[in-house]
């Protein structure tokens, strides 16, 4: 049976989880609205933490809910990127699904300067956010406004890309400054593991999109033994 957890930061820099569901009930103001820790189902409670900001880890076996909050160091990511600005997020494994970059992105996306400004998530006047923001052309990834009140346009690739992002990104971006943009600057991102040397040759033509690489690290630290008294 699938294990569903919450994984909450602590005091010393670490993090520590529990079973969702009887966390849940021990923390009843965390609960989404609606919802009850006995009778609603663990995917529907799931769903419900997402909708609060939490991280969504899937696996076969566990499905980790990451409190809002948690740190780059709890979690060690680290984003390398093509205009020599690093995020405050060092390799040799990616994120298993392109959803998991983009929820961990959203949620700590103050924390990645663009073009040497930082972003938050665009909501709109209903309310809407800025993640898989529906638009006529498809949605996009990320949609965020920077302190000056540019918009960003995330296009996320969880391995390698190729140019077509550029593609994708173009249109999307022409969107934005046909509507919800008018008379603002528009920057694209692309995210991805590995960009190929093809996209760094097309956005030699398209100076207001950033290449980002992201790299994430897993690190395991030896405990001493108690010593004797």
């Known amino acids: 049976m699938k294990k569903f957890s919450v994984v909450i930061a602590q005091d010393d820099g670490g993090s520590v989880s529990y ?5 849940l009930r021990q923390h009843p103001e965390h609960m989404p609205s609606g919802l009850d820790a006995t009778l609603s189902t663990s995917h529907q409670l799931r769903n419900g933490l997402k909708k609060l900001g939490w991280l969504v880890q899937d696996s076969a076996l566990e499905t980790k809910l990451i409190m809002p909050g948690t740190t780059f160091e709890q979690v060690n990511l680290s984003i390398n990127t093509e205009d020599e600005t690093e995020g405050e997020f060092s390799s040799e494994t990616s994120f298993g699904l392109e959803y998991q970059l983009r929820d961990f992105l959203a949620q700590n996306i103050s924390a990645i300067p663009v073009n040497g ?19 006529a052309v498809g949605p996009i990834d990320i949609l965020g406004v920077d ?28 969107w934005i400054k046909q509507t919800i943009g ?4 528009v920057r694209g991102v692309i995210v991805a593991g590995n960009i190929s040397e093809n996209l760094r040759y097309a956005t030699l033509a398209m100076p207001n999109v950033s290449l980002f690489e992201y790299e994430v ?10 010593q004797n008294v």
């Not at 079973?19 to 966390?23: D, T």
């Not at 400004?117 to 209903?126: E, N, Q, S």
């Not at 077509?164 to 249109?171: E, F, H, N, T, V």
């Not at 008018?182 to 600057?185: A, E, M, Q, S, T």
């Open 147 to 174: 302190e000056d009140g540019s918009f960003v346009v995330f296009e996320l690739k969880r391995a390698n890309t190729s140019d077509r992002a550029i593609g994708q990104l173009a249109r999307y971006i022409g």
């Open 19 to 23: 079973p969702m569901k009887e966390w």
């Open 117 to 135: 400004k930082r972003i938050k998530l665009y909501v709109d006047p209903t309310g809407r956010d800025g993640i898989e923001f529906p638009t």
């Open 217 to 226: 690290s897993f690190k395991l630290n030896p405990v001493p033994p108690m």
């Open 182 to 185: 008018k008379g603002k600057d």
